[in-house]
Each structure stands twice: as structure tokens, then as C-alpha cells.
């Protein structure tokens, strides 16, 4: 069964930065390419960025690009989200997504 758990969000000023974790379980995650994603109340969610199973490539949402770090370690099962610059447009749950699966989520606020 496929568990992602992520952690990391919190309350952030603008111009702040967070680091982001998802650990999973439940299946091969050194064979799988992974992605975060955010959602505001009341849109549609939005892929963040994506890394494919080595981490040889990555790719990041135009709003994020610069300011956000995909990586992971398969060693330990994590994915990880380094942000900075944050600003309130980036307030929303954060979720690591593997395929059309999503963890409970992280929320991120930054005010």
C-alpha cells in the first residue's frame, strides 16, 4: 500500500524559506519519478515540479522556477522541497504526488 507522509510546512514571512519532506512506503520509490503539487481552497491543484526517478532531471512550474529546489534520496525514501523567496502566492497544502496519488499534505502559509 502506498503511504507518502510529507512534513515541513509551517508559518513563514515573505522572503522566508522552508524545506519540505515526504517520506513513503510502500513501494519502489528509487523506480519511480516523483512531484509536488499545491492546492489553494477552492482551485484546482497545481503541479509544483517533478524528478524523475535517478533525480537526473527536474522540472518546476514557471511560478516557482528559481525559487524552489526539487531533490531526494532514495537511500531514505524522501523527497524533499527546498523553497525560498516565498511570498503569499505561494501560501497552500503541499503534497507529494506519486502518480495520481497524494499524501495527507503540508501546509504552507506565508504571511
Keep these: 500500500q502506498v503511504q507518502l507522509v510529507e512534513s515541513g510546512g509551517g508559518l513563514v514571512q515573505p522572503g522566508g524559506s522552508l524545506r519540505l519532506s515526504c517520506l513513503a512506503s510502500g513501494f519502489t520509490f528509487g523506480n519511480a519519478n516523483m512531484n509536488w503539487v499545491r492546492r489553494v481552497p477552492g482551485k484546482d491543484f497545481e503541479r509544483v515540479s517533478t ?54 499534505g503540508t501546509q504552507v502559509t506565508v504571511s
Design 51 to 104: 524528478i524523475t526517478k535517478d533525480g537526473s532531471k527536474v522540472w518546476y512550474a514557471d511560478s516557482v522556477k528559481g525559487r524552489f529546489t526539487i531533490s531526494r534520496d532514495n537511500a531514505k525514501n524522501t523527497l524533499y522541497l527546498e523553497m525560498s523567496e516565498l511570498t503569499p502566492d505561494d501560501t497552500a497544502m503541499y503534497y507529494c504526488g506519486l502518480g495520481d496519488q497524494r499524501g495527507p
